[in-house]
Nanobody
Framework: QVQLVESGGGLVQAGGSLRLSCAAS????????MGWFRQAPGKEREFVAT????????YYADSVKGRFTISRDNAKNTIYLQMNSLKPEDTAVYYC?????????????????WGQGTQVTVSS
């Protein structure tokens, strides 16, 4: 019912910036609570950032807090992840996801829909 397509990944040097986009189609985008996750080689998928269920606040993993910013453009049915001061340990496939329930939004199992992912590689 909801399709999510990420874009904007690529190769960047440490200290650089990237902005990821996630375009949603299908059911009305504002009805879903959106978040970002990532999965590095050999590791499980981990939480990165999310909007609150009420939509009035944001929450970030400690590892990215102060460097990454999640934002949205409801008119375009798109969310973004602005990533600054990138580090090699940020290298991962980044996924956007959508959930319909409440909760912290920090657990992957809370999300119903997932994008295909976009690769971010940060070189040292």
């Amino acid at each position: 019912q909801v399709q999510l397509v990420e874009s904007g990944g690529g190769l960047v040097q440490a200290g650089g910036s990237l902005r990821l986009s996630c375009a949603a189609s299908g059911r009305t985008f504002p009805s879903y609570t959106m978040g970002w996750f990532r999965q590095a080689p050999g590791k499980e998928r981990e939480f990165v950032a999310t909007f609150s269920w009420s939509g009035d606040s944001t929450y970030y993993a400690d590892s990215v807090k102060g460097r990454f910013t999640i934002s949205r453009d409801n008119a375009k049915n798109t969310i973004y992840l602005q990533m600054n001061s990138l580090k090699p340990e940020d290298t991962a496939v980044y996924y956007c996801a959508a959930r319909t329930g409440s909760g912290s939004g920090t657990q992957g199992r809370q999300y119903r829909y997932w994008g295909q992912g976009t690769q971010v590689t940060v070189s040292s």
